[in-house]
């Protein structure tokens, strides 16, 4: 038998006790705990064949019932004596796509993120649309383009139109920039025509993931009027390999910025609330943000009613993210795009002035949240290393 030995301050404590989907070498992906520097195969721990299956969609799918009775066992188990042959090192394991994605649905729920491109591109007029603080704005995404921490991103080509040009040319992406955001995972699905009200969300969300949603901001550009974004964000988006659970995440509950006007009926909740989760962006090494969930103006309740009030039912391994993450302050700007103001004001990275990706370059995205009885709660990390466009592709 195995004891794991758990410091008070560790990010991966009994507090968090997030999931994964692991393999080591010569065996099959099945679901773990991490816990510290460890990680615990449920499968063989707990003798329960639910774990051995290569995502976590058939653990999801059971319901929160079963979600607080597993947290229960694994926190008892990792407490004491773990089966010999079911820990293994973090560094030892290779990490997959934690869950089967089913849809993929991006937010844009930050207003200072909203008014910082408004200001951008609509100068003069009012920075946010009309109808921004009467619903979350958002749009379906790519749920087979959604990837694993650690997986390398190749530059996109497309349609690229500069402003002074009379026709559009195909080529790579010139402005290839990251979105820094947190995303939920549904495990329990909800009937077909029967909207999720905002005060049920903890009945379906399982938990949550980091992620990047990469964005190549030339290409959005000249295809997003009228109906939105498109191929300028469906090439990739990565997750982090931890999902942290709900249960996890109550220390961090925080109030909401005032909405004004108050929203409509359906998307009001009893106790609003959002999530004190710091971000951390690392490009090439160097921190260059440091977005905060906690101003996020819609909820990821709110989020979860709009996405279904039209009848829109969501299904175990469905991920919504609540769009890029920003604050009030400059270095608190969850892409590119703002940080640099469109690449007019280059960041120093490394001592070179840069606006956008370079082939090359890594983006490491990371996050905590408050534990309870202090302490912070980690969510590991969603990383990503730019590749060249293929060379087929760039004329």
Known sequence: MTTIDIPGDSPFGL?????????????????????????????????????????LNPFMAQGPRRWAEVRERVTELVSGRIPDGAVHPVGGVRMHLPFEVGDFVDFYASEHHAANLGRLFRPGSSPL????????????????????SGTDVRRPCGQLKPPDADAPVFGPSR????????????????????????????AHVFGAVLVNDW????????????????????????????????AALEAA????????PEPLPYLRE??????DVELSVRWNGQEVSRPPYREMYWSPAQMLAHMTVNGAHVRTGDLYASGTIS???????????ELTWNGREPLEVNGTPRGFLEDGDEVVITATAPAPGGGRIGFGEVRGRVLPALAGERD
């Open 15 to 55: 507090a968090n006790l997030p999931y994964g989907v692991f393999s080591t070498p010569g065996t099959a992906p099945r679901v773990g705990v991490r816990v510290t520097d460890w990680v615990v195969d449920l499968a063989q721990a707990l003798g329960d064949e639910v774990f051995a299956a290569p995502s």
């Open 129 to 148: 649309m009309p109808n921004w603080r009467h619903l979350p704005v958002g749009y379906h995404g790519r749920a087979g383009t959604v990837v694993v």
């Open 175 to 202: 402005r290839l920039d990251i979105e820094a955001e947190l995303g939920f995972v549904v495990g329990a699905g909800s009937a077909p025509g029967s909207p999720v009200r905002c005060d049920d969300f903890a």
């Open 215 to 246: 964005s190549a901001r030339d290409i959005q550009s000249w295809e997003y009027v009228p109906l939105g974004p498109f191929l300028g964000k469906s090439f990739a988006t990565s997750v982090s390999a931890w999902v942290v659970p709900l």
């Open 253 to 260: 509950r925080v109030k909401t910025p005032p909405q004004d």
């Open 270 to 275: 009893n106790e609003p609330w959002g999530l």
């Open 327 to 337: 604050g009030p302050e400059r270095d608190q700007r969850g892409a590119f795009i």
